[in-house]
């Protein structure tokens, strides 16, 4: 068999080894593949996230980061087309329907567009501390099927921050913002500069997006401190 040994992990499950280090491009990480599952709990030095004093009020709603976004853009007519808004603190609720071309098994969104759900609603996290940060790590549980037709009522919050790592939760409800937990997941982002996008992103959607005469819009795209 090619692959190496299987090891065993925090969560006491097996792994199997991956390569060792990915090097020369930036934006990928040279933390080698094969270190035990980080934990997704904060270290004891982490502080409490501090919202950001121009964040958008509670109540009002964050749009779009960027049109062309899965998750949240309204240029994609078979994107989530999310739409969050800011919450007390650093918080955030958001509401997604699930639509036909969201399915996996019949008339069942897919697992994938649940995760991404959540993934954009602790994505816009970001916004409320004017921070530029990407998905390190998503942990998602699925807890009922989500019909076609549902919405997902959101809410996600920022739990704490440790140098670059920012620790948040999110559940996605069902039947109402107060029905039963259908999703939730636990993240860990990490903040980057905007290199990041710059230097990895396909230079027409990099340039398109930087040259939008809306520089809220160019700071959004970018969850840019402007
Ligand atoms: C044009 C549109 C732009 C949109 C922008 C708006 C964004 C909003 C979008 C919203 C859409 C939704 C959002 C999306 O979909 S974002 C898209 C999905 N995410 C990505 O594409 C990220 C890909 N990964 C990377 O680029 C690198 O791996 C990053 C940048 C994340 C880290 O590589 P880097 O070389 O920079 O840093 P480092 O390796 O020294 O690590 C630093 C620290 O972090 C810890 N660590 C790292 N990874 C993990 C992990 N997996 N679990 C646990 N811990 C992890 C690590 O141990 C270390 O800790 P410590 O040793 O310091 O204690």
New binding site residues.
């Given amino acids: 068999m090619a692959r190496g040994p299987a090891q065993a992990t925090d969560t006491g499950r097996e792994r199997i080894p991956r390569k060792g280090r990915v090097s020369g491009v930036s934006?990928?990480?040279?933390?080698p593949e094969s270190a035990g599952?980080?934990s997704l709990t904060p270290?004891p030095d982490a502080t409490a996230p501090a919202r950001h004093p121009d964040a958008p009020a509670p109540g009002e709603l964050l749009g779009a980061?960027?049109d062309q976004?899965f998750?949240c853009g309204e240029g994609l007519p078979h994107g989530l087309h999310l739409a969050a808004r800011a919450d007390e603190g650093v918080s955030v609720t958001a509401e997604f329907t699930v639509q036909p071309a969201h399915q996996g098994a019949p008339g069942l969104a897919h697992g994938g567009v649940l995760a991404t759900a959540l993934?954009?609603t602790?994505?816009?996290l970001?916004w409320l501390r004017r921070a530029?940060?990407?998905?390190?790590?998503l942990e998602s549980d699925f807890l009922r099927p989500v019909p076609v037709g549902s919405v997902l009522y959101l809410s996600a919050r920022c739990t704490a921050v440790?140098?670059?790592?920012i620790y948040s939760s999110a559940e996605g409800r069902i039947g109402g913002p107060d029905g039963p937990v259908a999703v939730r997941a636990e993240a860990?982002?990490?903040e980057?500069k905007l290199d990041?996008?710059t230097q990895n992103?396909r230079p027409e959607?990099?340039r398109a997006?930087m040259s939008d005469p809306d520089q809220v819009k160019v700071a959004r795209?970018?969850?840019v401190n402007p």
Avoid: M, Q, W
């Fill in positions: 934006g990928a990480t040279n933390r599952r980080p270290p980061h960027y976004c998750g993934d954009e602790l994505g816009s970001n530029i940060a990407v998905t390190g790590r440790a140098g670059r790592k860990l982002f990490i980057v990041h996008f992103g959607e990099i997006a795209a970018f969850e």
